[in-house]
Every structure is written in structure tokens, then in C-alpha cells.
């Protein structure tokens, strides 16, 4: 065993926030961009504007003492986070209502969003239980309640799922039927002009909508309405559950927090069970339903207006998922470009930069080629839901399903794959990854619901095929689809298709790759609708007995297929100035088709679209591709321009400051403001004093 | 929209722990049983005597106040999990003296950690530090600690990672080099005879070691031996660290705990910084080496010996993994069982079960699959290891090889599944399995470490992959392999085979699998040793960049087909009396072979094992095989014997009791204390009131 003083010595520094020194890795690393990282960043937030009004937001967060994130955060038990937090609600309050209260439905959301710590004390306010008002009131109930809402006089939770129901969205847009199953009730007393609230079972019991437990004062309640002993369906109610000087519950409502959870630390997700509890007729949300003075009951208008405030939260959520990979991917990678480990390069002693393994390079790699993705095919989503309500109000619901169709299929697919990103950045950090100072922990577990609420994803994957399956349906009738559909139209060629692939470059090659994925998902789409169209069972065994699977597998292909079209379309299309940055794209969307490839090839084989051989070329293509990519890796990720001041990390900050801070946050923790803790002296001292 | 009062009707009843009523979906799936669930229960286990051992331990846990597990732990501060497992700590002390102490090594790990809830705080001192004692020290040392640490006069840890260099295990086994960077002192003063420890940079900051931060008074500390000037290299010194009367830390050392993680809350994983500290000559474990009282150094014994430590953590891995998956199995499981959603059966409105929709049989039956193959196939490498130990004492390294290849490799593989799967159960579960009563939370994040600690899986595999690739060179000269390498022998044959597969009853027959996952295994193996063999590259490029990801998909593809033989021969050799259990168990090695091979079966497209429509086949073949264990998934899973009192659940309780228990836990929850939480008047009703 010899010395190793001289690695030792050449080791490049690694950075110092105390010391504003730059870890000389990062800096390197910085030093290779190129492309003009400014230009990707604008169109990557959807333009200058955008880009500039985020900016604004962040320095009001960082520049505040109270708004401003810290790693304290990740130390305090819930009921200091939740204080914590009402705190600084009071705060964004307070600079909303001097700054930015011009437009408050569009611009509070995404000034503390983008940069708060935790989950938002107003989130649920300002976004479900104020679209509620705005979609579901009549006219005259916005104009009383809206009001209030805006001025945050009145904070209320959206009060749908109950503890033996989820979030039951089986809508079938043909046939609106919303939240099958719930089971409390509002039965119409027309003597006093009231409906009565009640939770008769204790499945009943409201469970797990945010703010419900302890900082709402105000509920939207789903509930059966009952009138005449006749059900009417379930309705929304508007519901005042506390006392607006006390905060105390009123008579009839016992509510509280649902308990820890594996991340949503400082959410107040609650329960609440009604005991007879009353309200005046006329707090029925009552655009779409009326009731009259005498309990007679009728439907307005178009129930699939219904469905545009849960749509909006599924787009929200497609967007989110990119912008939260972003988030990880920043702090993995600047760990492995300044964390280095074991001997293993040539001619010197001096570690391996992580990001320098092979293996750790096809981890980050691809999950950067998805952020770039994800964000620019959610960003045209978004576009097209706007749109979309826009049509609404002139009764037009053309893009009602396609928009449905993406939306589900995007949160589906997306949030799994940001989720398991930001697993899989998480534990390449090793230990440091494991540690609630990176930052990635709390990441995760609060990106964590994401999977699974708003529609699980494997019912939005089997929502998202249903329009899969009816085009085809279409087709077979003569109907021609367009858009996305288009390739639906060629479905005989493209699996007739053969790649003619003699080598890896064939494989880099944009056009050959998107035909790869379109003949994937032709395979998967054709094979299940021929499946299940000569299947004897009924409709209901097709869909969740016998071709559930195929029918999830199906809709993922076609996702990841529309998503690759549409990020080819942005690169295309978008007047970069900077050629390089169109380039640096189309290199990640070769490693996003390549990684597809990788992962699910074999449709390809049975079409012959591929043949032997194949899976070498593209093992060897992703690492072509992956291998481009790398010198570029720390300006893409530094694109996604995510401030420390957000990740509030100890190894992912722009310093390269992956050591010196870690330790210092971990000395200053909180079970070290005591040198020996509690119990130790009563019941372990006693053992080595062999007293027991 | 209709009543269904009908259907509410009709609905089975949930279970009820108050009430000691068990769902009635739980009990009919319980009838279906058709196998002797209490012989398959005895051979997971590893034989009758085992699980008579193992339900003892249960019952001295459940019967035990302090020691009982409990369902407020979940909503525990750290600095409460920490005191309250001190306290229990001291309790299993005091029973393992007067109940177990006939053989302390053996059996006080298994009796509490069998049962123990959160990670025990003597479990480093028990593994680590007394078999780093056992193993390092020599006779006079061990005859002076070991009994004081049998009798819990010293608790102690193993301080060997820095801030700087993780568990930087660089085993190559021909050239044992440990701990490669690692940068604390420890200086030989030959006038005093003592030696100097010193953290001479912020990286050599002793960091992660469990027990070091507040809890272990002594530490095994790993550091550079410097003598005259000249690096003897890292070398195993005993520390005490705390005195034993005040428990304070005594002069020159700083420690403390690391701060809050993803998991592991109740461990104190810490920090040590040593500045000056003095300790005798004689505190060097010097069983393979010696300093004598002038300073000179010398090695003695075969340095192998040492990597047995390190194995036997490794091992106990494997056997975590399917025990663990175990858990999340019982619960999730159940909760399928109980938990009915959407009214998707033709003429009822009742809704279905969770199990009953193809999808979610999907998730859960590989994962069972996996955990009984995981739980055999480690229960032969736990006899592997301990013949290995009996063999390295005369001098035989013989297993050694072997047993590296085969921890490393079940460890990578084993973790990651079980990791994987716990998650996609607790997302299978929805809200409830995000929730914390339902125990998939905890059971998650504590189990996390397992991918990363004890060598990170990535690294594991690509250790497994060395004896592959050795292997693989002594055929080319002649060397004829045996045991799991058998089918080395044959690879041209394999990758010639055709597999004839015209439908799925073909991919039922479990030769035909067998064979399958053999050329899958074979074809991967092949190709990454001829790349390796023909490329130019340095060993250094060839192994970390140039061919890696290569390395670890041939080795997770050679274990998991290894799993499967010693599954198969288990299943074959095992004396079971009842037959069915055997069918049993032959359906789910079909399920554990067509899982692997729906996720990755190109290889055998490449060497023309299949032909075009077989995956169409292999998809029905699954529907098939798992169709054919729903019936016996509740007995099946319930063979696993996991006890109410270990799970903790909620919603997988033996009851099937999935709500009144959830809600009752919620109200008694932390939060639910206070009516108004602390900050609501001070914060939030002056927004409220208009007056901010």
C-alpha cells in the first residue's frame, strides 16, 4: 500500500458558499457550453416575457427573510412547518396584495409556486375551491363568493373524496357521471328551505382533501342530493365549516388532519364527518343544477363543462412533471461532475468524476432529454386547454376529447417518469442522496402524490386509450383522422416498414427513429384493437379483465410517440437564433428515442422493422448519442435555470459546494443542540454500568 | 342518475378490529386455499425449528408493553423514535439476558430484528463493531472486548466512511485494497507508544456511520497508518469515543448526528471529527497486522479473510429483500382483496376488487413471484457463507470467489426489486398507501439504504460481473466451469436453440423457460466478453466507460437466471408432502420467467429463440399463469406469516379491517390535539378579518 499524497494534491478543489469559490469542476464544466444557454432558457418558459416575470418572482422570494427557503426546513417536525408556513402565507399576502394583485387568479399561483418550500398553505384555495366557484356558481353566487375568495376572506378546500372513494373519476365524456359511490348526503328540507348535510357510514367520512383538517374555513362538499326521498345525483355544496372569528368548527362538523403521510409534511389533508348539519338551498353551486323553492329539480346547460376544472389540474400536473425533473437532475448533476470516485482513469490517481461512469451517464442523460420534452409538449397542451375553454363558452367542445386524451395520457405516463427520475438521481447520490440536505428527499415524497392522485395512472393510461380506440373504431367507418391521429391513417405501411439498420447510424438519424416509434405504437395499437374487437366478452371484461394491460402498454407507446413528434415540432419550428441550441435539442431527442428504444423494442422485431443485429446498433447508438451529449450535460441542466434558493441543497447548489455546507448544516441539526439525548442516562447508562 | 342504494346493499362487508370481524371478501379468498399453507410457511422460513424460533420472538414482542410495535410511532418527532427505542432497547436487553442469552450472537439479532419497529439502536454494535472485534482484533483482544460488548458495556460502531469517500469497497478480490481515499490519521508517536488520530481535511470527517453520532460510546475507526512519515495504509484502530460515566464525548473528538434523511429517522447515523486524540498502541486490531513497540510493521494471515465481514452484511441483504417485499406484499395485497372500486362487473352495481382489475394482478403476482424465488435462492447462499467461514479457518478460499459473485450480484438485483416493488404497492394503494397507518411509507423510505449502502447496486454488479467475465476467459483456456456456470459450457448450443414456440401454452412449460432465460442470460454474456475482448481500450475504459452498462445487464440478466435454477431446484428437491404446494410454487416460477422476460426478451429475438408473434404469446402465457394463482394469492401471500403486530397497518391488517382503524388513527393523530393550530389566530385570521 503506497501513498497517495500526490492525488491528493492535484484533486481540483471542490466549491465553498462560505468562500463564494466555484468548485473547479463546475467551472469547467460551464466553460464548454456551446450554445447560447439565455435563448434555450426563454423558449424552455415559454418565452421572454415569461422567463422574466419568473425571475421576478424568485428574487422576491429570495430577497425576502421570511419567503426565503432554508435548509431549517428539512429539520422541523410538521407543526413547525405548517407555522412555519402560515407565516409566510401571510406574507405572500401581503406582497400579493401591493405587487401583484392585478391578476390574481393567473399571477398569485405561479409567483409562490415557483419557488415555495413545502406545499402552499393557499394552494387548494386559490386553485380548486375558487375554479369551482368560477365554473360550478351561477352568476350570482361568483359575484358573492369570488370576491372573497380573492381577498382570501374565505378559505375553502375542494371536499370530494371520502374514506371509501377515491378520486372516482370514471367520466366517460359521452356520458358525464361523476364521482360514482360517494355517499354523503344533502337531503332537501323544503319546509325550512335547507339541505341537510349528513355522513351516514363511516366510509362516508370526507378523507384526504387538502386544507380540509385545519386551515380551511370553507368547503366545497360533494354530496347525493337527496330530495323526496329521490336521489338526484351527487352534487357540489358550498359549506362553512368554521367560525370566522374563532376558527373554531361550528355545530355539526368534526374535522381534523388525516395524519403523516410519506411526503405532503406541511398539508393539512383532513377529514370530515356532518352530523346534520344545515345550509340555505341557495348554497347548491348551481350553474349546471337548480333546485327551486319547492324541490324541483333541474340540469342546465352542458355537464362536460364540468370536467374542464379537473382537466386543468392534469395539464398543470404534465408541466410540473418537467419542471420537477429539472429541479432533480440540477442537483444530481452538478454532484457528478464535482463528486468523484475511485481510481479509475488512466495515468493518474485522481478519481472519477460520477459523471464520467458510463452507467451513471445513460442515468442522467435520458431523464434530461425528457425534461426538455415533457416541457415543450406540455407547454402546447397547455395552449390548446385555453383554448379549449375559450370554445366552451361558445358551446363548442371539439377539442374536449383530444384534450382529455393528452392531458391523461400525459400525467399518466409523465409523472411516473419524473417520479422514478427523481428516485433514480436520488439514489445515484448515494448517501448524500439519501440525506435531507440535498434536497432530493423532500422532492421526492412531496412529488410523490403525483402518481397517484388526480386519477391514478393506471386508470388515466386506460383513459387516455379509450380515444385510441375509438378512432380506430372511426377509421373502420370511413372517418380520416389529423393531428396526432395522422399516422393512424398509415398504420399498413409503417408495419410493412422495415428500418434497414446496418449500423448505429442508422440509428442516430431523426426520421428512422421517429418511424421506430410510430411503428411501436402501431404495433401495440393495432394488436390490441384487433384483440379486443374479436374478443366475445363483454365491454367491461375487455377493459379491466382481459386487455387492461395491453391497453395501458398501448397508450404509453402512443404518448411517448405523440410527445416525440411534438418536441420534434417545437425544434423544428421555434425561431431559435442560436443553431447550436437546435442541435443540442435534436441530440436529446435522439437519446429520448433512444432510451424509448431501449426500453421496448420488441413490437419492432415482430414487424421486421428490425432485425438481428439490431440491438447491438442501438445499444451502441444511445451511446454515440449519450456521448455527444456529455460536454454539454452542465449547460442544458443549468438552462432549466433553477436557483439555489429553491433546491436548498447541500450538494446541488451552483457552487459545487458539495462538502463544506453539508457538514455545517449537519452540525447545526437539531438532535446536536444536545450532546446527550434524552434516555440515554435513564436506560442505557444503567446497562453499562451493568446495573440491569 | 339513478339510486344504488341496491348495490350499498349488497356490498361485503369490511373487517372491523374493535368488533374482531374479518372481511368477508378476506375470508372467502382465505377458503380458497389449496395447498398445507403451514408446510410451505415452514420451508420459507428455512425449516420448522426456524419458524418455531421466529413465532417465540413474535409473541415475546407482541406480549411485551414496551416492546409491542405501535401505530403512534408514525406521527413520532425523531428525537421521540429515538428516546422511545432507547427505552426499548433496554427492555430487549433485559429480556435477552434472562430468555436468550445461552448464544448472543446468534440469537439477538434475529429475535428482535425479526419484529423491531424503526432500525435498533444496538444493531451496529451487535453486527459491525463485535464482528469487526471477532474478526480484527487478535485472541488477547478479543477475550478483553467481546464480553464487555456481549454484556453491552460497550456500544460501538464502525467508523469507516468520510464525507469524502463512501463505502469505497474497491474489492478486487486477487489484490484486497480497501478503502481507497480514505484520509483520517493515525500517527505512531514511539516515544509515548500511542497513536495520534487526526481529521486532517472537512472530506476525512467520519460521516454516515449508524450509532456513531449520540448513541456508540466506541467506534471502530478506520484510518491511515502513518509511521516515521511513511503510509502503512488504512488500518482498523478501537476508539472510545463517550465516557462512560457522563456519556459526554471525551477530549479531541466532535460528533454528532447527520441530520434528518429519507428513512431511517430513529438512527443517529453521525459524524466524528478527531482532532489530537490519543490511544495505546495496543488499540490497533492487529489479528493480520502488527506494529511492535519500536514502530515496525508487519502483516500477518491472509488479508481475504477480512472481505467476510462485509459479505455476511451482504448476504443478510438478500434475505432482507424477500422478507421485506414480504410486508409490503401482506398489506397490499389484503387491501386488494377488501378494497373495491368502480362498478365495472357486468350485472352488479358492487364494485370490483382492486385484485380483480388485470392490471393490478400485474403489479402484485410478480412480486410475489420474486419473493418466495429471492427467499430459497437466499437461504442456499446464507449456507454457502457459513461453509465458506468454516473453510477460510483451515486456509480453503476456496467459495470465496463464488460467494462475492453471488452477494454482490443478489444484492444489486434482490434491492432493487424489492426497493421497486414496495413502491409500486404503496402507489397500488393510492391515498391509503400514501398514508402512514398503512405502514408502506415507513416500510419504503427505511428500506431505502438498501440500494445504496454496503456498495451501491451499480458497482455490485459490476463486481458480479467479474467472476462472470473471468469465467468466461478460463474456457478459452480449457477450464471446464461447474454449479451455476454450467451452462457456460454450453453457450453455442443455447444460442442456436429455437425456441418453437407456437402459443402460450408452449412459454407455460418451465424447461422451455428455463432455456429461455438461459440464452436470454447466455446472449448478453457472449457479446459483452467478445466486445471486451476485441476492443483496443485500456481495462480502466473498457470496464467504467466503454462497456458498463453492458457489464450490468449481462449480470442482472446471469442472476436472475441463477434465482430461477435454485427456485426450480428448490421446488424440485424440497421434500414437500403436499403436492400442491409444489404446483403452487411451480406457477410462480412460471410467473417470476415470463416477467423477466416481458421486460427484456430481444436477446432472444437475436438469437432466433423466438420468431415473429411470440410476443403475443409470452403476453397471453402471463394473463394465463397469473390467472391460474389469483385464486391462491390471499393463502399464498398469508404463507409469509407476516404478524399484525409487525406490520402495523391499517389497511393490511389480518382483519381486513381498511377503515374504521384508519380514521380511528387519524383522529387520535398528532395535529388532532389542538382545535385551532398555533399561527392560525396570528397569521391567517387577520387576512380573514381584512385587517392585513
Not at 423558449?43 to 422574466?52: N, R
Not at 455527444?628 to 457552487?655: C, K
Request: net charge neutral; hydrophobic share 35%; glycine share 6%.
Amino acid at each position: 500500500m503506497e501513498s497517495n499524497k500526490t492525488s491528493q494534491e492535484q484533486k481540483p478543489k471542490v466549491g465553498s458558499i462560505k468562500n463564494k469559490i466555484v468548485a473547479q469542476d463546475l467551472e469547467e464544466e460551464r466553460k464548454k457550453a456551446n450554445f447560447d444557454i439565455k435563448e434555450l432558457t426563454e423558449s424552455y418558459f415559454g418565452g421572454k416575457e415569461k422567463l422574466e416575470q419568473h425571475n421576478d418572482h424568485i428574487s422576491v422570494m429570495e430577497n425576502d427573510p421570511i419567503l426565503r427557503n432554508t435548509e431549517k426546513w428539512y429539520d422541523m417536525t410538521r407543526e413547525e412547518q405548517i407555522e412555519h408556513n402560515f407565516k409566510r402565507a401571510r406574507r405572500t399576502y401581503e406582497i400579493n396584495k401591493e405587487k401583484y394583485y392585478h391578476n390574481y387568479e393567473v399571477s398569485y399561483i405561479p409567483w409562490f409556486s415557483a419557488m415555495f418550500q413545502g406545499i402552499f398553505p393557499f394552494g387548494l384555495t386559490m386553485s380548486m375551491f375558487s375554479l369551482c366557484i368560477q365554473q360550478l356558481g351561477d352568476d350570482e353566487q361568483v359575484a358573492k363568493w369570488l370576491p372573497l375568495v380573492k381577498q382570501m376572506k374565505m378559505i375553502g378546500c375542494y371536499a370530494q373524496t371520502e374514506l371509501g372513494h377515491g378520486s372516482n373519476v370514471a367520466v366517460i365524456l359521452e356520458q358525464v357521471q361523476y364521482f360514482q359511490g360517494l355517499e354523503t348526503t344533502a337531503t332537501f328540507d323544503k319546509e325550512k328551505d335547507e339541505f341537510i348535510l349528513n355522513s351516514p357510514t363511516i366510509t362516508s367520512t370526507k378523507f384526504w382533501p387538502g386544507e380540509l383538517g385545519k386551515f380551511g374555513g370553507w368547503a366545497v362538499v360533494y354530496a347525493k342530493m337527496i330530495i323526496n326521498g329521490k336521489n338526484h345525483g351527487v352534487q357540489p355544496f358550498m359549506l362553512q365549516m368554521r367560525d370566522t372569528e374563532t376558527y373554531e368548527t361550528l355545530p355539526g362538523i368534526e374535522c381534523g388532519d388525516i395524519g403523516p403521510k410519506f411526503g405532503y409534511a406541511s398539508k393539512d389533508n383532513g377529514y370530515l364527518i356532518l352530523k346534520n348539519v344545515r345550509i340555505p338551498r341557495s348554497n347548491l353551486l348551481q350553474r349546471y343544477v337548480n333546485v327551486d323553492r319547492e324541490g324541483h329539480f333541474t340540469i342546465k346547460g352542458d355537464l362536460r363543462s364540468l370536467y374542464s376544472v379537473m382537466m386543468f389540474i392534469r395539464v398543470s400536473i404534465a408541466i410540473g412533471a418537467a419542471k420537477t425533473l429539472g429541479v432533480a437532475l440540477t442537483i444530481g448533476t452538478r454532484y457528478a461532475v464535482v463528486r468523484r470516485q475511485f481510481s479509475t482513469q488512466d495515468g493518474t490517481k485522481i478519481e472519477r468524476k460520477l459523471l464520467d461512469y458510463q452507467t451513471h451517464q445513460f442515468k442522467y442523460t435520458p431523464l434530461l432529454a425528457y425534461t426538455y420534452a415533457f416541457n415543450f409538449t406540455s407547454l402546447a397542451l397547455m395552449e390548446m386547454h385555453q383554448q379549449l375553454l375559450k370554445d366552451m363558452k361558445t358551446g363548442n367542445f371539439g377539442l374536449l376529447d383530444l384534450a382529455h386524451h393528452l392531458s391523461s395520457g400525459y400525467k399518466a405516463s409523465y409523472t411516473r417518469i419524473c417520479y422514478d427520475g427523481i428516485d433514480t438521481i436520488r439514489q445515484s447520490c448515494g448517501g448524500a442522496g439519501f440525506l435531507a440536505w440535498s434536497g432530493l428527499p423532500t422532492l421526492q415524497t412531496d412529488y410523490a402524490p403525483n402518481t397517484t392522485f388526480e386519477g391514478d395512472n393506471t386508470v388515466m393510461h386506460q383513459q387516455s386509450a379509450r380515444l385510441i380506440l375509438k378512432t380506430i373504431k372511426n377509421i373502420q367507418r370511413g372517418f380520416k383522422p389529423t393531428g396526432i391521429f395522422d399516422y393512424f391513417n398509415k398504420f399498413e405501411e409503417l408495419l410493412s416498414k422495415k428500418g434497414q439498420v446496418k449500423g448505429s447510424a442508422d440509428l442516430l438519424c431523426l426520421v428512422n427513429l421517429e418511424n421506430a416509434l410510430a411503428v411501436r405504437s402501431a404495433f401495440k395499437i393495432k394488436t390490441t384493437a384487433m384483440k379486443m374487437a374479436t374478443s366475445q366478452l363483454s365491454e367491461n371484461e375487455k377493459a379491466n379483465s382481459a386487455f387492461s394491460v395491453d391497453m395501458v402498454s398501448m397508450a404509453h407507446a402512443h404518448i411517448m410517440y405523440v410527445t416525440f413528434k411534438y418536441f420534434l415540432n417545437h425544434i423544428e419550428n421555434h425561431p431559435y437564433k442560436c443553431p447550436k441550441v437546435k442541435e443540442n435539442l435534436k441530440n436529446l431527442a435522439r437519446v429520448y428515442a433512444l432510451t424509448e428504444l431501449l426500453q421496448d423494442s420488441v413490437s419492432l422485431y415482430e414487424t421486421g422493422f428490425f432485425t438481428v443485429g439490431n440491438a447491438q446498433h442501438l445499444l451502441e447508438a444511445q451511446k454515440e448519442a449519450i456521448a455527444i451529449v456529455r460536454p454539454q450535460m452542465i449547460p442544458l441542466v443549468e438552462a432549466l435555470a433553477v436557483p439555489d434558493s429553491y433546491i436548498v441543497s447541500a450538494i446541488g447548489n451552483s457552487y459545487g459546494d458539495i462538502y463544506e455546507t453539508q457538514l455545517e448544516w449537519a452540525k447545526n441539526s437539531k438532535l446536536n443542540q444536545t450532546s446527550v439525548l434524552p434516555g440515554i442516562k435513564e436506560h442505557i447508562l444503567p446497562i453499562l454500568h451493568g446495573k440491569l
